[in-house]
């Protein structure tokens, strides 16, 4: 924080007119109890920061009489102990902290809506959600509310609870119909005439978003005074302020904690001004005995070294993902394996590993499937096309790509071509993929679901292993522009039975020269093929065959 505003702020809230109120948030949470590494701080080996323990003292230390304590999502789940508790230790601590409201962010829906329910039950605070939640869960009772008006050293504060976007996307096995997802700034303008009706003298929009949409938020909205957004593993600045608001971020795991200082002119009814600032949560030596007794030792015994450093940007997320599909290739003996690097929580320093360590850096237990596929596929599995060309490209084991222009660096979605096989072969090609990353494909094929969860493998392997070493990424050569067109017709994964040659429809699942033969005949004799279905007049296909193949073909 600047000293002269925060002197200036001092001074003037000494005097009657005006109203200091202290506001503090965390995000990120995911039920961390013990100090985990800082990815912020320079210099090897890293420090340890936050803690449960470390989190407390801090806390009681800034809470104030004139003070509101938020949280902005993803609490509940992400570790050990908060999964073995379906999120409760976090609301214990919630509680004995006393926070006065919280936004759930898409990871605290992780075990389902019922257990949403009793988490909000469990909470001696509101979560701040769309109502429709009520009625998803049959509730006459108003358990979720979308915003919060409480008066604060005599002023009235009105906090927004926004719905994190991703929600949708991360937990695609939730009936989630007529849940309000919509972007952030739909959201926030929607809900707003909610608090300026209740006379909300300051607005804060809270919620587990990006920084760039609580840019656009402030930037859209002059009502509100401050947005405060999800957590990131490394803070690089703080914001400045956006439009007529600040725009915050927050830390992650416990780490750090924001604070802002609102002075407000009690005569005029107005905000003066806005000091923010991100502090430090120190580890304790020892957890105190209240935390203790929640710890899963089991977990803080020693696993494996790491040889490199995994950092959580960008680029070491997309590392570790391609380290977890090589593990999972070459164990399974997959032609493929595609792993998202969104899948990846925390990263990993370089050294001895605990188990909680592995754990932490992929612990949301995705689901993984087996699929056996034609070639014409692949493309689908790794680029699906609904997805926006910012999302990030996932990690691919056993293949190599094709890119547009640039082969240096790793590509975006949007210079990604296609995937260069590193061998190929006729008929069908084994991939393991997540089950979240395949419902967004559009693919109907579900496959065979693995035993083993996503997390549970990674710490398996990684023990077993001893020692994780780097990966080499995959080799990127040029696509000119015919085959970045070539491949980029593949991308809708079907196989076009009226125009598909002999070799490509061999790719089909039961479908071999003979019947490739018949079906090319089939279109020569009776014309094109007006309906899938119209595919078993052609001797060889039958009801049984169809099954197989209906999911993977089409006619244009």
Known sequence: MNLLCLLLITALSAKGDFARIRVIWTSDLHAQLLPTTDFSSAGLPRRQLGGMSGLIKLITELKTPDCLLLDVGDFAFGSPEGDSSQGRVMTYFMNRLGYHAAVPGAHDFQDGLVNLELLARAAGFPLLADPMLNILLKRQSTLFRPVLVREVAGVRVGIVGVLDPELRKINPQLALSGLLSEEPLVQARRLLPAVTAE???????????????????????????????????????????????????????????????????????????????????????????????????????????????????????????????????????????????????????????????????????????????????????????????????????????????????????????????????????????????????????????LPDNLTRFWLRFAENAGKLTAIPVPRLYPATLVQAQQLQQTTTGLININTADEKLLCQLPGIGQKTAQRIIEYRQTHGRFNSIEEIMNVRGIGPKKFERLKNLITVR
């Not at 909300?200 to 009502?223: F, N, Q, T």
């Not at 005029?268 to 430090?280: L, P, S």
């Not at 929640?294 to 950092?311: H, K, N, P, T, V």
């Not at 993984?368 to 990690?395: C, F, G, Q, W, Y």
């Open 199 to 449: 006379s909300a003298e300051i607005i804060i929009v809270a919620g587990h978003i990006s920084a760039a949409a609580g840019r656009l938020i402030a930037e859209s909205l002059p009502a509100v005074d401050l947005v405060i957004c999800r957590g990131e593993p490394v803070i690089v600045g703080e914001l400045p302020s956006s439009g007529n608001a600040g725009v915050v971020l927050s830390g992650v795991y416990g780490q750090r904690v924001g604070v802002a200082e609102i002075l407000f002119h009690k005569t005029e009814r107005k905000v003066y001004a806005i000091e923010a600032q991100m502090v430090n949560v120190q580890p304790e030596p020892e957890p105190a005995p209240e935390v203790r007794q929640f710890i899963l030792a089991d977990y803080d015994r020693a696993a494996c070294f790491s040889g490199m450093e995994f950092f959580p940007d960008a680029v070491g997320r997309w590392k570790l993902a391609l380290t977890i599909a090589e593990a999972l290739r070459t164990t399974s003996g997959a032609d493929l394996a595609i792993v998202p690097p969104d899948v990846i929580e925390a990263g990993i320093a370089a050294g001895p590993l605990t188990r909680r360590d592995l754990f932490n850096s992929v612990p949301f237990r995705e689901r993984l499937r087996m699929l056996i596929v034609p070639e014409s596929l692949l493309n689908l599995l790794i680029k699906p096309p609904s997805l926006p060309e910012t999302t990030p490209l996932p990690a691919i084991a056993g293949a190599d790509l094709f890119v547009v222009s640039d082969t240096l660096s790793l590509p975006d979605f949007s210079r990604f071509a296609g995937i260069r096989l590193r061998e190929r072969k006729n008929g069908l090609y084994k991939v393991i993929i997540p089950e979240n990353w395949l419902a967004q494909t559009g693919i109907q094929e579900k496959g065979k679901l």
